[in-house]
């Protein structure tokens, strides 16, 4: 039973090491999605600052203008830095997860997010029969039951017949016939009179078992909530995903409206900016909650047990 625990603790291991390698791995592609819609944003933005300074040239426009172009370019230019260092040091992470530190080999991982958010409705009917927590903790109960049996059963008296029979005649049928009572007497040991030491452990071995019972119940419900969590997770971030995909269609019509309505001056230079900057962050929004319930259906899939396969599988 202590064998068939650690085998599952050891599957939990496996499980956990495989969910953090793909979590990683999708967090660089979120970071490569953030550097490159900041790259555009900071292209977009010195296309802004040129046009402005075009009109500034002419007439058209004022100083102010060409000040917050700059303002909102080198603040684009501070947060590409940031993702870019954050992009390398998820790359270092992701290495060290694989025993990889130091490789000269680049992990090619594709620009954009696997396609792999199947409906639920698809996924067969699953239990939690799989979890290796709850396979441990039910390993720990029989193991703590077997332990208990033999802390009562050390308390009971035992004989040593050959011991007695060695004491007596040399003779078989003289130590048969005639009543080796006290020699037997003599070789029992009756772990009673240890004052009650043996009789304590048993009861401490009981009292373990209660307490290895609970800790099943209590990693049972740990474990149905973890279900009920994820997918309620799942739900709310689909909902999320719906708005934020009819968001950013609305708001790039409205930038492409904006950027005509500012070159023909119907608009002042702070309008198109904020449009323009509202489009961008919608998209580093969208990458941002796509991820989050890839990463959700990886929490989902630990919960229900469906961790990686063993070898022989």
Known sequence: ANLRSRAADYQAAK???????????????????????????????????KVVTERYCQGLGGLEDRDSALTNMESTRATLAEYQETLASARRDLTTLLGQLGSQDPLIIPAQFPTVLLSLAHFPEQDLARRPDLIAAYANIEAQQYTTQVAYKAML?????????SDSD?????SLLTSP???????LTAPLFQGGKL??????EA???????????????????EVESAFGQEQALERQQ???RLALDSAQRSSANYLDKYRKGLVDILELLTIQQQTYDIEIKLAQ???????NRIDLGLALGLGVKNEDQ
């Open 170 to 174: 040399h003779r078989l049928s003289d």
């Open 242 to 244: 719906q708005h934020l």
């Open 207 to 225: 009292l373990t078992t209660e307490q290895v019972f609970w800790a099943y119940q209590e990693t049972l419900l740990t474990a149905v909530n």
């Open 199 to 204: 009789k304590a452990e048993a009861e401490m």
């Open 157 to 165: 008296p035992s004989l040593s017949f050959s011991a007695a029979l």
């Open 289 to 295: 909650v796509t991820y989050n319930r890839l990463s």
């Open 181 to 187: 009572l006290w020699s037997i007497l003599g070789q």
């Open 15 to 49: 499980d956990t090491l495989a969910a953090s390698i793909m979590r990683q791995w999708l967090m660089i592609n979120l970071y490569q999605q953030q550097v490159h819609i900041e790259t555009q944003r900071l292209e977009l933005l010195q296309r802004n600052e």
